[in-house]
Nanobody
Framework: QVQLVESGGGLVQAGGSLRLSCTAS????????VGWFRQAPGKEQEFVAA????????YYADSVKGRFTISRDNAAVTVYLQMDSLKLEDTALYYC???????????????????WGQGTQVTVSS
């Protein structure tokens, strides 16, 4: 069983940058799709970005495309979410999630992910 721990959240001014990390323990991210989701107060959880295991392709929500980058280290232990040009509306609790190994399915819906981290808060101020 893989466990996930997020880090890197914090308070940043609009236009600034943060890099979130999601570190796996117990297992690695090998052959797992990894996604980032977020939830703002009073809003539903939404997809942010994903990296699929089969091709290494990355996918982004329209709201973050061109500003956020998901990547994985070579050891497949840590997945990053580089967030640039942050906006007030990026304020949320950010979660990383991983699928089971060899997962084939949607990457932008929470249902496909079986393991979740505890979340890290990102607050963007004006």
């Amino acid at each position: 069983q893989v466990q996930l721990v997020e880090s890197g959240g914090g308070l940043v001014q609009a236009g600034g940058s943060l890099r979130l990390s999601c570190t796996a323990s117990g297992r690695t991210f090998t052959r797992r799709t990894v996604g980032w989701f977020r939830q703002a107060p009073g809003k539903e959880q939404e997809f942010v970005a994903a990296r699929t295991w089969s091709s290494g392709k990355t996918y982004y929500a329209d709201s973050v495309k061109g500003r956020f980058t998901i990547s994985r280290d070579n050891a497949a232990v840590t997945v990053y979410l580089q967030m640039d040009s942050l906006k007030l509306e990026d304020t949320a609790l950010y979660y990383c999630a991983a699928t089971t190994t060899g997962y084939i399915g949607t990457y932008d819906a929470p249902d496909g992910y079986g393991t979740w981290g505890q979340g890290t808060q990102v607050t963007v101020s004006s």
